[in-house]
Nanobody
Framework: QVQLVESGGGLVQAGESLRLSCVASGSLFSIVAMAWYRQAPGKQREWVASATRAGRTNYDDSVKGRFTISRDNAKNTVYLQMNNLKPEDTAVYYC?????????WGQGTQVTVSS
């Protein structure tokens, strides 16, 4: 089964950028849509953005215009470019397929944005 490993998080100031990566142990080619999710302290995990195999993307309104999702099927990797970060973006970020049931969740990568 595909395993997911997220990386690229860190501590940044508001207005700065980060690029997250999600590497899959198996091929992503067969997965129609991959997504990024996040979970802030005390809150449920929420969907952030998704990208289909054909390159179609969708975003939550809270990140639209600031975040860009992309996938490189040849490298089995999904990216999330995050610009103009805000304190409310602070969360643990995970990638997974958009369809249910999800693949086993990775450990996520912590993003902390200070004001």
């Amino acid at each position: 089964q595909v395993q997911l490993v997220e990386s690229g998080g860190g501590l940044v100031q508001a207005g700065e950028s980060l690029r997250l990566s999600c590497v899959a142990s198996g091929s992503l080619f067969s997965i129609v849509a991959m997504a990024w999710y996040r979970q802030a302290p005390g809150k449920q995990r929420e969907w952030v953005a998704s990208a289909t195999r054909a390159g179609r993307t969708n975003y939550d309104d809270s990140v639209k215009g600031r975040f860009t999702i992309s996938r490189d099927n040849a490298k089995n990797t999904v990216y999330l470019q995050m610009n103009n970060l805000k304190p409310e973006d602070t969360a643990v970020y995970y990638c997974n397929r958009e369809a249910q049931p999800p693949l086993p969740w990775g450990q996520g990568t912590q993003v902390t944005v200070s004001s």
